[in-house]
């Protein structure tokens, strides 16, 4: 039980990092066609944890 809850807390962190780091890769121009600003991307990452 503790184990797969560490485990799905580990692939929650893991994804949220490759969410980050995607985001940040893209230019503002690139952000803004997806309708996020580079200050929401973190905002964004966490979100996308809940989905």
Do not use: C, P, W
């Not at 980050?20 to 973190?42: F, H, K, P, T």
């Amino acid at each position: 039980m503790f184990t797969s809850f560490l485990l799905s807390k580990i692939r929650n962190y893991i994804k949220y990092r490759e969410t980050m780091r995607e985001l940040a890769r893209l230019s503002d121009r690139e952000l803004e066609d997806i309708g996020v600003s580079r200050y929401q991307i973190e905002s964004v990452a966490r979100d996308g944890l809940a989905a």
